[in-house]
T-cell receptor
Framework: AQKITQTQPGMFVQEKEAVTLDCTYD???????LFWYKQPSSGEMIFLIY??????QNATEGRYSLNFQKARKSANLVISASQLGDSAMYFC????????FGAGTRLTVKP | DAGVIQSPRHEVTEMGQEVTLRCKPI?????LFWYRQTMMRGLELLIY????????DSGMPEDRFSAKMPNASFSTLKIQPSEPRDSAVYFC????????????FGPGTRLTVT
């Protein structure tokens, strides 16, 4: 069975600092994709970053990077130089046979 | 492109009534997903289609829920009869391909069943 786990219900970070949001997954499918989405208080789901299971390098998109450790089945999101606008819910998701989302982590950036 | 379009954005209905949620995916996307989001259960996949064919409906909670995709540009999620526990935000998302493609989400429909 496929499973996505986010163990941090809430995280706080000081503005301009980096923060890591944890995500672990489990699947028997050798081919899968890992995604991170941001959901601000307005409710929309915003795609941030993607990592393929066969990708050799960690994905990066601007201030977002994905720390992919395949042997540990982890796909942590790193946000560098946090901004107040980064305050939101963050969801990790895995797409193999279907698409599963983690429970989310609420990030609060303090000024 | 207009993105994924959902209607209505908000729906308030009484218990027992039929509710129909609508979704127009992004043109050219051949995957369509329906999700439900609640505080208690998070974001749950209800059903997804590939080329208008339902592939996995194991997330549909019960027979009161049904989804159709009569053509590539339109899908509906119907609840009949509705119950207060169906109150949630329902998202539709589309994707241009398989595992390596992100899903583009619609704005969601906030359903309240009284």
């Amino acid at each position: 069975a496929q499973k996505i786990t986010q163990t941090q219900p809430g995280m706080f970070v000081q503005e301009k600092e980096a923060v890591t949001l944890d995500c672990t997954y489990d699947t028997s499918d050798p081919s899968y994709g890992l995604f991170w989405y941001k959901q601000p208080s307005s409710g929309e789901m915003i795609f941030l970053i993607y990592q393929g299971s066969y990708d050799q390098q960690n994905a990066t998109e601007g201030r977002y990077s994905l720390n992919f450790q395949k042997a540990r089945k982890s796909a942590n999101l790193v946000i560098s130089a946090s901004q107040l606008g980064d305050s939101a819910m963050y969801f990790c998701a895995m797409r193999a046979s279907d698409m599963r989302f983690g429970a989310g982590t609420r990030l609060t950036v303090k000024p | 492109d207009a993105g994924v379009i959902q209607s209505p954005r908000h729906e308030v209905t009484e218990m027992g009534q039929e509710v129909t949620l609508r979704c127009k995916p992004i043109s050219g996307h051949d995957y369509l997903f329906w999700y439900r989001q609640t505080m208690m259960r998070g974001l749950e996949l209800l059903i997804y289609f590939n080329n208008n064919v339902p592939i996995d409906d194991s997330g549909m909670p019960e027979d009161r829920f049904s989804a159709k995709m009569p053509n590539a540009s339109f899908s509906t999620l119907k609840i009949q009869p509705s119950e207060p526990r169906d109150s949630a935000v329902y998202f539709c998302a589309s994707s241009p391909g398989q595992k390596s493609y992100e899903q583009y989400f619609g704005p969601g429909t906030r359903l309240t069943v009284t």
